[in-house]
């Protein structure tokens, strides 16, 4: 076997070196919905809007086959404004929570696809509040823009604080609006998370899959501020 020289095993196990502050936080899941029969564990109960699930791979699409991410379903728009609603969970103790959508943009044709009129829209409600008026990230359409599933971040913000973007015409050309996220701030009690999405025409479709909410970590155990003794 391997031995360790002395200063290899204290660079290992030194809380604050550089190499142990540079590995990535171990990513819990919290909840997840990712629409199938027998949904995926923990689940993140759909309140609103299950009637949008659809087997429909969109082979013939374009981009092909890029309504469902995984599994062999997935929650649909086309010709529609639509609804999501996923229940309140509660999240006291977590630390660095995020919820993810996953989202593509799909058209029947070549010719068409979203444009400015057409969205998708993601609220969080904290807390056991209402959802804010403004939802937290808005990505539109823009002149036919059709991509794909894709699991770079593009657009990221913390609850409270909206963000919006725009597709590119073309298929999958420019920055890929696929994998959003909104962080909740430390110290949320609960989160509900709304999806709205928005198609103007029968040909066009909006898809999500892969709704999660995940967590970094829990809340640090209090430091003692007992005072010692002289």
């Given at each position: 076997?391997?031995?360790?020289?002395?200063?290899?095993?204290?660079?290992?196990?030194?809380?604050?070196?550089?190499?142990?502050?540079?590995?990535?936080?171990?990513?819990?899941?919290?909840?997840?919905?990712?629409?199938?029969?027998?949904?995926?564990?923990?689940?993140?109960?759909?309140?609103?809007?299950?009637?949008?699930?659809?087997?429909?791979?969109?082979?013939g699409?374009v981009?092909?086959?890029?309504?469902?991410?995984?599994?062999s379903?997935?929650?649909?728009?086309?010709?529609?404004?639509?609804?999501?609603?996923?229940?309140?969970?509660?999240?006291s103790?977590?630390?660095?929570?995020?919820?993810?959508?996953?989202?593509?943009?799909?058209?029947?044709n070549?010719?068409?696809?979203?444009?400015?009129?057409?969205?998708?829209?993601?609220?969080?409600?904290?807390?056991?509040?209402?959802?804010?008026?403004?939802?937290?990230?808005?990505?539109?359409?823009?002149?036919?823009?059709?991509?794909?599933?894709?699991?770079?971040?593009?657009?990221?913000?913390?609850?409270?604080?909206?963000?919006?973007?725009?597709?590119?015409?073309?298929?999958?050309?420019?920055?890929?609006?696929?994998?959003?996220?909104?962080?909740?701030?430390?110290?949320?009690?609960?989160?509900?998370?709304?999806?709205?999405?928005?198609?103007?025409?029968?040909?066009?479709?909006?898809?999500?899959?892969?709704?999660?909410?995940?967590?970094?970590?829990?809340?640090p155990?209090?430091?003692?501020?007992?005072?010692?003794?002289?």
């Open positions: 076997h391997l031995t360790e020289t002395s200063a290899e095993l204290e660079q290992r196990t030194e809380p604050n070196s550089a190499a142990s502050m540079a590995m990535s936080p171990l990513v819990s899941t919290i909840a997840v919905q990712d629409f199938e029969t027998s949904p995926a564990t923990p689940t993140w109960t759909i309140s609103a809007g299950s009637g949008n699930i659809s087997t429909d791979t969109g082979s699409d981009p092909a086959s890029q309504r469902i991410r995984g599994g379903r997935s929650w649909q728009v086309n010709g529609a404004t639509a609804t999501l609603d996923l229940a309140s969970i509660s999240i103790g977590y630390t660095g929570v995020t919820a993810t959508v996953h989202i593509s943009s799909t058209a029947n070549g010719s068409s696809g979203a444009d400015v009129g057409d969205s998708v829209r993601v609220f969080a409600a904290l807390n056991g509040g209402a959802f804010p008026a403004t939802a937290d990230i808005t990505v539109t359409g823009n002149n036919n823009a059709r991509w794909s599933y894709n699991n770079t971040v593009n657009d990221t913000t913390t609850a409270g604080t909206p963000i919006s973007s725009s597709g590119t015409a073309g298929t999958n050309q420019g920055t890929i609006h696929s994998t959003l996220e909104v962080n909740i701030p430390n110290g949320t009690t609960s989160v509900a998370l709304r999806i709205i999405a928005v198609n103007d025409l029968g040909n066009e479709i909006w898809n999500v899959d892969d709704v999660t909410l995940t967590t970094t970590g829990a809340t155990t209090a430091t003692s501020t007992n005072t010692p003794t002289s």
